[in-house]
């Protein structure tokens, strides 16, 4: 009989997203009239359309692809030099990235997952807790962790807290490890990291020649001038990070599905016998072996981002957004509860009221107000005694939202 990935029995059985279904179900179901007035304000996805610039390049180019003379086949699997220069014009000339240490792929989830493909055995991997639950099960198929313990937490994996008195930027760990994954602005907090904190965490990296995996998929959303946008704004972190973006959240590409990695050709990794190797010409093979490509269209949809018009529309879709993460702060401000984010990321992140815990607080949010928010815990230990809320709404759905908090947790 064929053996399987026994890793794969040590994964946690998607605990959150479907006990939340669970418990939205059997609530709508005791409770039609609920089910109708129901406002989700939990999953991390976009809600308005695709902006008419990235539309409009799409159709072009599908019409490119019905004509025998603009008809394109396979393409580069590091993605079209169009796109791959744009980006790197559009977003990183400052800090000097160039267009071929970008890597065009159909989304960060898969990019920040395949990307263990090329490290060894015997990494030690440090992960925030709450975090971003792609990092930890994609170590566990790989056989990076041991078991996971009652409380959710894996043998093996170094567990960075997360707190509101470490504004949830983790503290340098103690001891030496040799991946950390690092996204700011954060889900699910809404925080950022300052230049500060980065220098630190760059600093610790090349001293341990650690490397840094940054997820900057929401740095669209950053309106502080301060707030560091690229971890390669911090001097030095070409020889100890790459960087993951996608179009996803900015451009609304969530169904469209585009996105890159940034791998400096500086950044290397060791072999056993510590012969230094660029990662660079590890994924470039990884790559061309594994992927074929962004699609034609969906590449020229997203370099559409970069356009005069496309810049205005993805600039009013941020707007949009983060009116609404306001509105929902405001509100939770106005009941006394402390609250975090919603300022440069479009997830705002509350502490619970006293006494009641995050799955507490999500029973009450939908018996009471019938809004779907995502318990703190759900994302890790660190998380209990917080709840998120997504900004990614419509304006009439946030006033709403914010209505019934007033009216029913007050
Ligand atoms: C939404 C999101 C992404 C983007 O994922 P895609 O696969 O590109 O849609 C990456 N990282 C985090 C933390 C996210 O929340």
């Given at each position: 009989?064929?053996?399987?990935?026994?890793?794969?029995?040590?994964?946690?059985?998607?605990?959150?997203?479907?006990?939340?279904?669970?418990?939205?179900?059997?609530?709508?179901?005791?409770?039609?009239?609920?089910?109708?007035?129901?406002?989700?304000?939990?999953?991390?996805?976009?809600?308005?359309?695709?902006?008419?610039?990235?539309?409009?390049?799409?159709?072009?180019?599908?019409?490119?692809?019905?004509?025998?003379?603009?008809?394109?086949?396979?393409?580069?699997?590091?993605?079209?030099?169009?796109?791959?220069?744009?980006?790197?014009?559009?977003?990183?000339?400052?800090?000097?990235?160039?267009?071929?240490?970008?890597?065009?792929?159909?989304?960060?989830?898969?990019?920040?997952?395949?990307?263990?493909?090329?490290?060894?055995?015997?990494?030690?991997?440090?992960?925030?807790?709450?975090?971003?639950?792609?990092?930890?099960?994609?170590?566990?198929?790989?056989?990076?962790?041991?078991?996971?313990?009652?409380?959710?937490?894996?043998?093996?994996?170094?567990?960075?807290?997360?707190?509101?008195?470490?504004?949830?930027?983790?503290?340098?760990?103690?001891?030496?490890?040799?991946?950390?994954?690092?996204?700011?602005?954060?889900?699910?907090?809404?925080?950022?990291?300052?230049?500060?904190?980065?220098?630190?965490?760059?600093?610790?990296?090349?001293?341990?020649?650690?490397?840094?995996?940054?997820?900057?998929?929401?740095?669209?959303?950053?309106?502080?001038?301060?707030?560091?946008?690229?971890?390669?704004?911090?001097?030095g972190a070409k020889e100890c990070a790459m960087e993951f973006r996608s179009f996803s959240k900015n451009g609304g590409f969530t169904g469209v599905r585009c996105a890159y990695v940034i791998i400096p050709k500086a950044l290397k990794g060791t072999t056993e016998d510590g012969t230094e190797v660029p990662i660079h010409q590890l994924w470039s093979r990884r790559h061309s072996t594994k992927f074929n490509g962004a699609s034609y269209p969906v590449q020229r949809g997203a370099a559409a981002v970069f356009s005069e018009q496309g810049k205005k529309e993805v600039a009013d879709l941020i707007e949009h957004y983060m009116g609404n993460a306001k509105l929902l702060r405001e509100a939770c401000e106005k009941l006394g509860l402390q609250v975090f984010g919603g300022i440069n990321a479009p997830y705002v992140w509350v502490g619970c009221p006293e006494s009641v815990d995050s799955w507490g607080m999500f029973d009450r949010m939908l018996e009471e107000a019938n809004v779907v928010i995502t318990p703190g815990a759900g994302f890790g230990a660190a998380g209990e005694g917080y709840f998120r809320i997504s900004a990614f709404n419509s304006r009439e759905n946030v006033e709403e939202v914010c209505r019934r908090i007033a009216e029913n947790l007050g």
């Open positions: 009989m064929a053996r399987i990935n026994d890793n794969f029995l040590k994964l946690k059985a998607g605990y959150l997203f479907p006990e939340i279904a669970r418990r939205v179900n059997a609530y709508t179901t005791a409770n039609p009239d609920a089910a109708k007035k129901l406002i989700r304000c939990g999953i991390g996805d976009v809600t308005e359309p695709l902006p008419e610039s990235v539309r409009q390049a799409m159709h072009d180019a599908v019409d490119e692809q019905g004509n025998r003379e603009t008809f394109r086949g396979y393409g580069p699997e590091q993605g079209y030099d169009f796109l791959r220069e744009a980006i790197a014009e559009n977003q990183f000339k400052e800090v000097g990235i160039s267009a071929d240490e970008i890597f065009i792929s159909d989304g960060s989830k898969c990019d920040t997952g395949n990307i263990l493909d090329i490290f060894g055995p015997g990494n030690k991997i440090a992960i925030t807790d709450p975090v971003y639950p792609v990092y930890v099960d994609t170590n566990v198929m790989a056989g990076n962790t041991g078991d996971a313990d009652s409380n959710g937490a894996y043998e093996g994996l170094v567990y960075l807290p997360c707190t509101a008195e470490n504004q949830f930027v983790p503290a340098i760990p103690e001891e030496k490890v040799d991946l950390i994954y690092l996204c700011y602005p954060n889900n699910p907090t809404g925080a950022t990291a300052t230049r500060d904190q980065l220098e630190a965490w760059v600093k610790y990296a090349r001293e341990n020649k650690a490397i840094i995996l940054y997820d900057a998929a929401y740095e669209a959303f950053v309106q502080e001038s301060d707030v560091p946008k690229s971890i390669f704004e911090i001097e």
